[in-house]
Antibody, heavy 121, light 107 residues
Framework: EVQLVESGGGLVLPGGSLRLSCAASGFTFSSYWMHWVRQAPGKGLVWVSRSNSDGSSTRYADSVKGRFTISRDNAKSAPYLQMNSLRVEDTAVYYC??????????????WGKGTTVTVSS | DIQMTQSPSSLSASVGDRVTITCRASQSINSYLNWYQQKAGEAPKLLIFAASTLQSGVPSRFSGSRSGTDFNLTISSLQPEDFATYHCQQSHSPPWTFGQGTKVEIK
């Protein structure tokens, strides 16, 4: 079964750090780009970051650039999101997402259940 | 950045109704438009990709269409399990932006 399971969320003070992990299984992890998408309470989905299949290319939303770092360990089938200098507005459920793309279409086809990050004093 | 404007933000409908949700892109995205369904407390699920292609396992009552930069998601006959929030998303270019979501509620 294709599966993504996030971990590492929790309550953190403003300015603090957290590292999210995601365990991928049931597919050839090293062949896929991976993304992180977040959803603040009662709000819509917001794309956060992506890594290409070997981790050599990454991109970030402007709101997290310079504070968050995406990485991956293909040997462990795991993407990560290191979050530093956390702000109250980073409070959200964070989803680990598999991305599939061709020359004519691309989409996010497998989502984890999410891990909750709460930034509060 | 490409802005995705989704409407309506919510709607009330009855079982058996035909429902249409619209998403408008701020610039051309060709057919790089995906639709996701999210039930309360759950992760999003891919319904339609490339504007009109049904993901495997998705019931045929769901359909997608495109007219220029306007995209529609239609549910031909609403079923009890379809009450959820629907999100559009462009995958034409980063940042990969989503619409604000449409909550479909029971009338």
């Amino acid at each position: 079964e294709v599966q993504l399971v996030e971990s590492g969320g929790g309550l953190v003070l403003p300015g603090g750090s957290l590292r999210l992990s995601c365990a991928a299984s049931g597919f050839t992890f090293s062949s896929y780009w991976m993304h992180w998408v977040r959803q603040a309470p009662g709000k819509g989905l917001v794309w956060v970051s992506r890594s290409n299949s070997d981790g050599s290319s990454t991109r970030y939303a402007d709101s997290v650039k310079g504070r968050f770092t995406i990485s991956r360990d293909n040997a462990k089938s795991a993407p990560y999101l290191q979050m530093n200098s956390l702000r109250v507005e980073d409070t959200a459920v964070y989803y680990c997402v598999r991305f599939y793309g061709t020359r004519t279409y691309s989409y996010m086809d497998v989502w984890g259940k999410g891990t909750t990050v709460t930034v509060s004093s | 950045d490409i802005q995705m404007t989704q409407s309506p933000s919510s709607l009330s409908a009855s079982v058996g109704d035909r429902v249409t949700i619209t998403c408008r892109a701020s610039q051309s995205i060709n057919s790089y438009l995906n639709w996701y369904q999210q039930k309360a407390g759950e992760a999003p699920k891919l319904l339609i990709f490339a504007a009109s292609t049904l993901q495997s396992g998705v019931p045929s009552r769901f359909s997608g269409s495109r007219s220029g930069t306007d995209f529609n998601l239609t549910i031909s006959s609403l079923q009890p399990e379809d009450f959820a929030t629907y999100h559009c998303q462009q995958s034409h270019s980063p940042p990969w932006t989503f619409g604000q979501g449409t909550k479909v509620e029971i009338k």
